[in-house]
């Protein structure tokens, strides 16, 4: 299992497409959420999201990540 611990995605990642540059901005902080169709809760960080089934763990997650990345933890209404 792929946690965040085990990738940090880069700061800043650029593409060249065609005749433009598209430029993916840093992530402004963590979402926490619980999944829409189910009991299981997801941490976001960027393009890259974790699933957990209980909120204790999700949070647990996202505390790291807050703490590593130096970025705010958000919770989604759902």
């Given at each position: 299992?792929?946690?965040?611990?085990?990738?940090?995605?880069?700061?800043?990642?650029?593409?060249?497409?065609?005749?433009?540059?598209?430029?993916?901005?840093?992530p402004?902080?963590?979402w926490?959420?619980?999944?829409?169709?189910?009991?299981?809760?997801?941490?976001?960080?960027?393009?890259?999201?974790?699933?957990?089934?209980?909120?204790?763990?999700?949070?647990?997650?996202?505390?790291?990540?807050?703490?590593?990345?130096?970025?705010?933890?958000?919770?989604?209404?759902?």
């Amino acid at each position: 299992m792929m946690t965040a611990r085990s990738y940090l995605p880069n700061r800043q990642r650029t593409h060249e497409s065609g005749s433009g540059r598209l430029v993916q901005f840093p992530p402004r902080c963590i979402w926490i959420t619980r999944e829409s169709s189910s009991s299981a809760w997801v941490v976001l960080h960027g393009n890259r999201g974790w699933l957990f089934g209980d909120f204790r763990a999700a949070l647990g997650e996202a505390h790291w990540l807050s703490k590593n990345c130096g970025l705010p933890i958000r919770r989604a209404a759902g």
